[in-house]
């Protein structure tokens, strides 16, 4: 699949008259250079680490090999499982807004407001790709030759010669990538069936009547965008902050060697939020496209399963002890982080689901996946 991406963004690209540059005499556009940064492991300091590494394009642009992503270096583990970054982004440049509200950007804790201030990070981040600075990484890009001529064709004579506008430029190439419609292609068995190419099955139309609805369920209230059910651009967030109360991943902690009990801040991390107390402990609403295929789930990877993520989310609504048990550890499920902070409103929205209703959603869920990667999906 992954060979014949270039040639797909080549085509819109010429189409639209975009070529500007060339990779051994094949037209460059700023989408395909950046697709070429996207995998280029020469970014990272020991050379082995590249955006796809922690964002897959095989597995919906997530991290398929554990609860948190390996750094360059072979030994560092992060802390938050990497998101995926399909329908990244449809995010809204970081903000408060109107009510008060911190809303968009990128990364868990909206610390990157824009998909290029995104793109910058994982280069310089000692747990990641680890490069020093900006100039190592503009150095880098000045040992390929293709970049050499690409760069200035697309973005202007000398801009490699400079780390601030040579970094920039990179990251404008990056994002530019990461719109294309390779990243967001919109064709799931859910947009199929809006367009009415589909039908679902009696499960997976219960469990879109039950996410949708206002009465019996709280997932819109998180994970809608638009107040119509039949918008063909939901993403399925609304792009806010919310604690829902996860607990303390201890078998990553035991891994990384972050110290048990220690609290993720979450928004409270992002220097625009640092001074509002309700910040902490909260995380940004994932999409809920391709969610079927991107786990391990929660800001941490907790859970390894679906199921039990919507399971989870119903033990704030049911007094069946048996139903409060985590089915991937045989207890309950653990305590908040942050329980000051919790999204108490959003949580305790709708009646308790039974096994049928949690399956049901599990099943409808499961129709946001992206076509091509339904094979993905477990029978």
């Known amino acids: 699949m992954r060979a014949t991406w270039p040639t797909l963004i080549l085509g819109a690209a010429l189409a639209a008259g975009a070529v500007a540059a060339t990779r051994g005499g094949t037209p460059y556009t700023v989408e395909t250079l950046g697709e070429a940064l996207f995998f280029d492991t020469n970014l990272s300091a020991n050379r082995t680490q590249s955006c796809a590494s922690c964002h897959d394009p095989d597995y919906a642009f997530a991290d398929p090999r554990g609860m948190a992503s ?7 583990l992060g802390d938050r499982n990497a998101p995926t970054a399909s329908y990244a982004a449809f995010s809204p440049v970081f903000h408060r807004n109107d009510d008060g509200d911190w809303v968009g950007g990128q990364f868990l804790d909206g610390r990157a407001a824009t998909l290029e201030d995104q793109a910058g990070g994982p280069p310089l981040n000692p747990l990641e790709m680890g490069m020093p600075d900006k100039g190592a990484v503009v150095a880098r890009l000045r040992e390929n030759p ?38 967001s292609p919109f064709d799931s068995k859910y947009d199929r069936f809006l367009r009415g190419e589909a039908e679902l099955t009696d499960e997976e139309e219960l469990g879109r009547l039950l996410f949708f609805s206002e ?90 399963e679906l199921r039990t993520v919507v399971r989870f989310y119903n033990i704030y609504n049911t007094k069946n002890e048996a139903m409060r048990i985590n089915p991937e550890t045989g207890r309950p499920f653990g305590p908040p982080m942050v329980p000051q902070t919790l999204s108490a409103k959003e949580l305790t929205h709708g009646p308790a689901l039974d096994d049928r209703r949690i399956d049901a959603l599990v099943a409808f869920l499961k129709t946001l996946t992206d076509a091509r990667y339904e094979h993905l999906l477990e029978d």
């Not at 390996?70 to 560092?76: N, Q, Y």
């Not at 050499?148 to 801009?159: D, E, K, N, W, Y």
């Open 70 to 76: 390996p750094g360059d270096d072979g030994v560092s």
């Open 146 to 183: 293709d970049y050499v001529s690409a760069f200035p064709a697309l973005f202007g004579a000398g801009v490699l010669d400079d780390a601030e506008t040579g970094y920039a430029a990179m990251t404008k190439a990056i994002a530019a990538f990461e719109r294309t419609p390779l990243f």
């Open 215 to 304: 009465q019996f369920t709280n997932c819109n209230q998180c994970h809608q965008l638009s107040r119509s059910q039949i918008d063909p651009r939901e993403t399925f967030t609304d792009y806010r902050y919310h604690n829902i109360g996860t607990a303390e991943n201890t078998r990553l902690r035991a891994l990384n060697g972050v110290a048990p009990g220690t609290v993720d801040g979450g928004l409270a991390d992002n220097p625009q939020a640092a001074d509002d107390p309700a910040a902490r402990g909260r995380f940004r609403t994932p999409t809920l496209r391709n969610v079927a295929v991107t786990a391990p789930y929660m800001h941490n990877g907790i859970f390894n």
